[in-house]
Structure formats: structure tokens, C-alpha cells
């Protein structure tokens, strides 16, 4: 796709966002206006609204330009170029918010964010649809959305529902049939936790990766779809908070490993009661230890 042809569409798709904000009857701004928020020229914005007038989302004769109908998903144009996958801007979104680059409360920019997460405006409002599910995000009243931010009660019911889920999964896991092929998986990270353990002065760092894995693994003992939709954003959001408090980080990812031996070894042993009091005081400790990162940051 030719960098003028992706401009246009990256213009178009920021003139829908506009409207999404706006109801029907408003009057859509001047065409100079349009071509300072836009950051295109007259010419453009010209063409952009001879095709906003082509699919009927507004009427426009002389200098008056009236919205007529609020912008659907089909009306967003296609942008093909350094796109992201699904997995990608799960990361990358996480990433940017629980970093705590932005503010509770704050408007996000569908056209912003495009330029910051390449990805088409379907995939985007899908992925900030999903996100409202457990909400990180919400719609505003006028269209668009708001971040409802990483907080304290969020940590708290995030860590809450995760004990629910994991402590079933744990259930689950012993009594898979030793022909599962997760058990194999469970001996090379209980290898790769003793390799960490035993280099854990240079490479603590590894261990937040290691732990999603760890995790991972254990919520795939439940073949639920509902359940793997939360798992999935609970890993990347425990994975992320490793990174925020480096207050005893070598210290503290050394005790993580021990608690994940633990409860490999009730697991390996088909001892259910040993493994589910394993993993509840593992997941006791990473709860202290994302709230313990929020004070770090002055949230809680």
C-alpha cells in the first residue's frame, strides 16, 4: 500500500472517530478545522467527505455538513501495513498502561492509539471491547472510550478470581491421565526453574517470563474457553507487575521459584491436597507482591 493511500485512510478512519463522538443532526466542523485535526490538507478532507457523503454518513451541500448517522464497523477503510497480530497488541497495549504511562479517567484516542499499535479499527475495538469485560476500559456515554485505570480494587479482585481459577485448575491437573502430553511440559519447567535457581544471581531478571509460562501451564489443565480468556490477561498483567518493584527483586524472585517447586512436586506426586495448599500460598504471596508494586507507585 502506497504511503499517500495509507495516510488517506489513516485521515478517513480519524474523521469516523470524530463522528463517533458527535449525533445525529450535529454539524461536522469547517473544512479548515478539519484539516488541522486531521493534519492533512483541504484536498484531502475534501475527498474524505465526498466519501462520507457516498456511504450516507452525512449530507452535505455547500459549506454545511450535517451528520446523519452514527459510523459502523464496515465504514472503517483497512489499514495493511507493520500490523500488529491479536497476541502483539494484547503485549503492547498491557505494556503501555500498567507501565503507568496513562492516567485513570483518561479519553483514549481510537486515532492515537492507532498510531502508537498498528492494527486495523475493527481489531482495535474489538481488543477494547474485551477489555471492558473486565474492566480495564469503558465506553463513554458519547462514544469512544475511557481507561478505567490499574487500582488497588482492581489488584485486589484480579488476585481474588485468580485463586478461584488456578486452585480449580490445580484440582484438575492431578487428575489428568499420565499419558497427557502436560506432563512432559510440567518436567522441562520444573527443569528450567532449577536452572534459574541455580543462575538466579545473574539471570532473577528471567524469572517474570519464567512465571508466565508457569501459570500458563497451569490453567491449561481446564479445557474451558472462559476460563482461558481470563487466565490469559491475568498472566500478562502478574507478568508485567515483576517489573514495576525492584525493591528485593533477586530476593524475592528466588522465593517465587521455591513456591513453584513446591507445587510441581505435589502436582508430579498426584497429591492433591499438598498441591492445592502449594498453590494457594503461592498465589497468597504474588498478591502481597502486586499490591507491595502499587504502593511503589503511589496507587494504593
Request: aromatic share 8%; net charge negative.
Amino acid at each position: 500500500m502506497a504511503r499517500t493511500d495509507e495516510r488517506f485512510r489513516e485521515a478517513f478512519n480519524a474523521a469516523l472517530e470524530l463522528c463517533e463522538g458527535m449525533a445525529p443532526g450535529d454539524q461536522l466542523p469547517s473544512e479548515n478545522d478539519l484539516a488541522t485535526r486531521l493534519d492533512v490538507s483541504r484536498t484531502v478532507v475534501r475527498a474524505i467527505l465526498e466519501k462520507f457523503k457516498d456511504k450516507k454518513i452525512i449530507a452535505w451541500v455547500g459549506r454545511e455538513k450535517r451528520l446523519l448517522r452514527t459510523p459502523e464497523e464496515k465504514d472503517w477503510l483497512e489499514i495493511q501495513e507493520g500490523q500488529l497480530d491479536e497476541q502483539q497488541l494484547e503485549r503492547q497495549f498491557l505494556d503501555w498502561i500498567l507501565r503507568f504511562d496513562v492516567a485513570p479517567g483518561t479519553a483514549l484516542n481510537v486515532s492515537q492509539l492507532r498510531r502508537r499499535f498498528p492494527v486495523t479499527p475493527h481489531m482495535l475495538h474489538e481488543f477494547l471491547a474485551s477489555l471492558s469485560r473486565f474492566g480495564l476500559v469503558r465506553r463513554r456515554p458519547k462514544g469512544g472510550w475511557e481507561l478505567v485505570g490499574f487500582t488497588r480494587e482492581f489488584a485486589v479482585e484480579l488476585s481474588e478470581f485468580r485463586m478461584v481459577l488456578e486452585l480449580n485448575a490445580v484440582a484438575h491437573f492431578v487428575q489428568l491421565p499420565p499419558e497427557d502430553p502436560i506432563w512432559k511440559q510440567l518436567d522441562e519447567l520444573e527443569q528450567k526453574h532449577e536452572q534459574l535457581a541455580a543462575e538466579i544471581d545473574e539471570r532473577f531478571h528471567d524469572f517474570s517470563l519464567l512465571d508466565e509460562e508457569f501459570h500458563m501451564l497451569i490453567g491449561s489443565a481446564v479445557r474451558n474457553r472462559f476460563a482461558a480468556e481470563f487466565q490469559k490477561l491475568i498472566s500478562l498483567i502478574f507478568h508485567y507487575h515483576f517489573q514495576w518493584d525492584k525493591t528485593e527483586e533477586r530476593q524475592r524472585n528466588k522465593a517465587a521459584i521455591g513456591e513453584h517447586l513446591r507445587l510441581i512436586s505435589a502436582l508430579k506426586a498426584r497429591d492433591g491436597a499438598a498441591a492445592t495448599a502449594a498453590a494457594a500460598d503461592h498465589l497468597k504471596t504474588s498478591k502481597q507482591t502486586l499490591l507491595s508494586s502499587l504502593r511503589v507507585h503511589a496507587l494504593a
